[in-house]
């Protein structure tokens, strides 16, 4: 079963226009921690935030936000204002205390197109 | 840039060859993962190695194996190629820092990735 869904395939919006994109995972663990990686056509996984279960808080980085919500398991990434830099592959992942190391199940991942 | 590098950065093979690829990881981390992302999916954990001991594997076949050497750089190697090895493969550097009283939650930070072709 996938553990991190990431429902969007691609989603294409025009230049600073706000863009959310989805993340629903699913675990047993009470303890978990929840990442967004950006990966730009170069290929390299960029890390965006990282997000423990024990903390609710939504989090603002400049044009990036994130809300988290674990009574529907999601964990949402809205970028705002978008721009032509913001055009990649949005991957949604977890880490679950279970297996005893820091394995990481990633989504499929959301392309992300800005049009100028 | 992470400081976490890779070698080769593009390999082509044919089935049945073996391959190696290589990572350095961050200044500072001990722990090094390995993942396979092919064509249009998200990466998918192979294993990890932590104090240069195997700590942890995803559900890849025995001709995946890996070392970690002291100074905790790490090697991938792929024995008897198939077509399906075919990817980019991601080395990912972390702390061990043990966040929630294990090794798990910590981040992890990416290599440029080698793209393994096999034909």
């Known amino acids: 079963a996938q553990k991190v869904t990431q429902a969007q395939t691609e989603i294409s919006v025009v230049e600073k226009e706000d863009v959310t994109l989805d993340c629903v995972y699913e675990?047993?663990?009470?303890?978990?921690?929840l990442f967004w990686y950006k990966q730009p056509p170069s290929g390299e996984l960029v890390f965006l935030i990282r997000?423990?279960?024990?903390?609710?808080q939504n989090e603002i980085s400049g044009r990036y936000s994130w809300n988290f919500q674990k009574s529907t398991s999601s964990f949402n990434f809205t970028i705002t204002a978008s721009q032509v830099v913001d055009s990649a592959v949005y991957f949604c992942?977890?880490?679950?205390?279970?297996?005893?190391?820091?394995?990481?199940?990633f989504g499929k991942g959301n392309q992300v197109v800005v049009i100028p | 840039e992470t400081g976490v590098t890779q070698s080769p950065t593009h390999l082509i093979k044919t089935r049945g060859q073996q391959v190696t690829l290589r990572c350095s990881s961050q200044?500072?981390?001990?722990?090094v993962s390995w993942y396979q992302q092919a064509l249009g999916q998200g990466p998918q954990f192979i294993f990890q190695?932590?104090?240069?001991?195997?700590?942890g594997r995803g559900n890849f076949p025995p001709r995946f194996s890996g070392l970690q050497f002291p100074n905790y750089s790490s090697e991938l190697n792929v024995n008897a190629l198939e077509l399906d090895d075919s990817a980019l493969y991601l080395c990912?550097?972390?702390?061990?820092?043990?966040?929630?009283?294990?090794?798990?939650?910590?981040?992890?930070?990416f290599g440029p990735g080698t793209r393994l072709t096999v034909l």
């Open positions: 990912a550097s972390s702390p061990a820092t043990g966040l929630a009283g294990g090794l798990f939650g910590d981040t992890q930070y």
């Open positions: 675990t047993r663990d009470t303890t978990y921690y």
């Open positions: 997000r423990n279960s024990f903390d609710e």
């Open positions: 992942a977890l880490s679950e205390g279970i297996y005893g190391n820091n394995r990481l199940a």
């Open positions: 200044s500072g981390h001990n722990t």
């Open positions: 190695y932590y104090r240069e001991e195997e700590n």
